[in-house]
Structures are given as C-alpha cells and as structure tokens.
C-alpha cells in the first residue's frame, strides 16, 4: 500500500508549491543580501577597531603616568573599553572562522600592522579584543584593548528576518487567496456535475471572473441546459409512443377476449400482450427520470412493507422478513418505490415464482438498505457493472426470461440520484441478494 503526505488537492498543492518557492526565493534574497554585506561592514567594523585601538593609544601616551589608572577606569565606565597590559602567559580564544571576521582582521592588520593580534576571548572574558603597542620599538610594552560584541555587532540580521517573515507572511495570505479565489469555481463545477450525473437541476454556475474560469463556467451551463433541453424532447417522445402504442394493446386485448379463441390461448395472449405493456412502461421509466419529483419524508419500512403487501394480494410469493419499526428518510418515494418494485419483479422473473422472494430493510452504519433475496442463479460478480448499463442481459441466466433489459438500469440510476448504490451479492446458500443502499443524510 503507498502512502503519501501530499496534500490531493489543487488548493492546498498549488498553495504549497507558491509557499516553497517563496520560501526558497527569500533565502536566496538572504544569501545574496549577506554575501554584498560582509565586505562593506567588515570594512566598516574594522575602521571602528581601528580608530579605538588608535585613540586609546593616543589617550595612554599622552596622559601623565600618574593619571593613567583613572584615565583607562573613564575609559571602561564611560566607553565600555577595557584596556590590559599583555602578559606572556594570556589564554587567547581565535576569531571565528568566518567570512566576515577574516575580512575583518586582514582589514585592521592592514592598518595596524601585521604583527597586531585579534582574539574573540582573553582569559575567558568575551569580546573583541585587540593587541597595540605604546611604543612601537618596545614590543615588551604591549597592551589589549577590548571591546563588547555589542558595540560592533548590530541587530541587522534579526531586523531582516522579521521583516522577512512579515513579508512572507503576507505573501503566503495573497497566495492562499488567490489560490483559493482559483479552486472555489473548479470545486463548484465538481459538484455541479455530480448533481447533473445524478440526473438533478443544479444552480447555474457563475460566469464572471478570470477569463478561462468564465469561460468553463459558461459552457458548463449551456451543457447543461442543452441535457434538460435533450431529456424534456425525449420525455415528451417516449409519452407521444407509449399512448400510440398503449391505444392498439388495449384493441388488441379486447379483440383476443372477444375472439372466441381456446382460454389457453386467450391466457396466453393476453400474457404477452401485459408484457409488452411492462415493456413500454420500463421504457418510460428509464427516459422520464425522477428530477420532476420533490424529495419529502418517508418511512421506508412502510414503504416496504406497502408494497411487499401488494404483491402477496396478488398471490404472489414475497416475504418481508425483517424490517425495524421505522426508519425516515428523505426522498423521492415513488422514484425508490419504483426501484423496489424492480428488484422484486427482477427476482420473480429469473428465481422463478415457485421460490419465494425475501424482503429486509435494515439500518446499517449511516445508510438504509432495502434488500432483495432469491434462490435464482445469481449474477457473476464480473457481469455486475456491465448488467448495471442499459438493455443488457445476462443470457446464460435468462434464457426463459423476458424483459428489456432496463430494470437494474432503472435501479441504479435512482439510487445514484439520491447519493446511494445497487449492490448485487451472491446470497449466502445461493442465489441473488440485490440491495438498494441509501445514505440517511442525504437530499
């Protein structure tokens, strides 16, 4: 199994991609702003060094010898200098090894001559401690002069960071938004084809914004307009046939009563002439859909147990074998009545009517499911999918049978249309167990 941290969706990938690269584009603006830096503010540190070391040497060599404790004791007090004769034995700390200190000390021996020493810390005390001499005859009388980090090193580096993460902050909020104000109309066209993939009306999407984006949205709805345009024409077709041709059954079957014919064969024809009008009433089914029906509540345990009622009237062998006291739903009732109906005529058909057809409607985590149970020869579950599309039939199991092929069509698209499945399951010992599974929140 393959796991992923990545984000799946165009919201937060693009919005993670924008975040890396302006996240790689500052660092690469901190590298660039700190390379053109350490020159000039070496330089400018070392000037600073430069002239201290200088002024004190000057201050030292001038003042009357008596007075120079109190002169260095101003020196500390009021410049934070610390000035200490150089013993032989000083334990010395070296300057970082970086960029910046090297340029730093080639910079002030260039002034102070070669033999000038520089030191990041004298006998454990830190700070920037640089060598002089009074006399520059006499090495033997040299000095230190130190002064704290804090005088030379400013807050430049932690100034650019927070104005950097302010503007990076700022430009991760644009870039969400823009993302965003992308993502909104796509996540608004998803769910808009879901609706009409359902075969229901969904609220035109906008046509405004982005160029590309109004135009997406502008095609989507004259697509859509042009189905409910195709499906209304095929509707009102298939209404125009179904009265043609319900008009010639009826003289047909008045004509085979009042023929005089054997009762058998008058049985007989009357069979196929109700078959065809099964036929043409799955037709019409199929093409007119459910979108003119509103959802309203229902309970379908009375739903089912209403019809499974009208079948047994009719002496017909179903059983509704377990059902919960009530279950609500909100739905198209006669859509999920009719889809029922199909699986139960479906069974019929191809267990067989000496077998007896069971009923169940059960609550199962979130969802309702109306099942139909029979003792047929089942479905493969490799023809499942195929049998779901219309006019397809499973020949080497309905080889007796009748029908057009519509009925699991019919069922599955309802089911789809209020958020639910069909699942057809061999059923344990054998046979079919068609179930209509419906999300109780949904609609």
Do not use: C
């Amino acid at each position: 199994m393959r796991i992923t941290i990545a984000p799946r969706s165009l919201l937060w990938r693009t919005f993670a991609l924008i975040a890396l690269l302006i996240g790689l584009s500052l660092a690469a603006w901190f590298q660039i702003f700190t390379r053109f830096e350490e020159r000039p503010r070496a330089r400018q540190t070392a000037q600073m060094l430069v002239s201290v070391v200088n002024l004190t040497r000057a201050a030292v060599v001038n003042a009357d010898p008596l007075l120079r404790q109190a002169l260095l004791r101003d020196l500390t007090v009021q410049e934070g200098l610390r000035i200490y004769p150089a013993e032989p034995g000083d334990r010395l700390k070296p300057l970082p090894d970086t960029p910046l200190m090297r340029e730093l000390e080639a910079e002030v021996k260039k002034h102070l001559g070669p033999d000038t020493l520089l030191a990041s810390a004298r006998e454990g005390v830190e700070g920037i401690w640089v060598s002089f001499l009074l006399d520059p005859d006499d090495s033997s009388n040299m000095f230190w002069v130190m002064l704290p980090r804090a005088k030379i090193q400013h807050g430049r580096t932690a100034e650019w960071l927070g104005w950097a993460s302010a503007a990076l902050l700022l430009a991760l909020i644009g870039a969400f938004m823009t993302v965003r104000h992308i993502a909104r109309p796509l996540a608004q066209l998803a769910q808009a084809a879901r609706t009409v993939g359902r075969g229901g009306v969904h609220d035109p999407l906008p046509e405004s914004g982005p160029v590309e984006l109004a135009e997406v949205g502008r095609a989507f709805n004259q697509m859509s307009r042009d189905l409910a345009q195709l499906e209304s024409d095929r509707a009102l077709v298939l209404a125009g046939v179904s009265h043609d041709l319900r008009t010639p059954l009826a003289r047909l079957r008045l004509g085979v009563e009042m023929s005089g014919a054997p009762p058998e064969e008058v049985e007989a024809m009357s069979t196929d002439i109700e078959e065809m009008g099964a036929i043409i009433s799955q037709f019409l089914d199929f093409a007119r859909g459910d979108s003119e029906e509103k959802a309203g509540a229902m309970d379908l345990a009375v739903l089912a147990d209403d019809l499974v009622g009208d079948y047994i009237r009719r002496g017909l062998p179903v059983t509704l074998l377990s059902r919960p006291a009530k279950l609500a739903y909100a739905g198209r009732q006669k859509a999920l009545r009719r889809a029922l109906s199909n699986l139960i005529d479906n069974a019929l058909r191809y267990a067989g009517r000496e077998q007896n057809i069971d009923v169940t409607v059960s609550r199962e985590n979130g969802f309702a499911r109306l099942a139909v149970l029979d003792r047929g020869p089942g479905i493969p579950p490799s023809e499942v999918e195929r049998l779901k599309r219309p006019f397809t039939r499973l020949e080497a199991a309905r080889t007796d049978a009748s029908g057009s092929g519509l009925g699991l069509a019919i069922v599955d698209r309802i089911a789809r249309a209020h958020g639910g499945r069909l699942e057809l399951l061999p059923r344990e010992g054998g046979g079919l167990a068609a179930s209509l599974v419906l999300p109780l929140s949904s609609l």
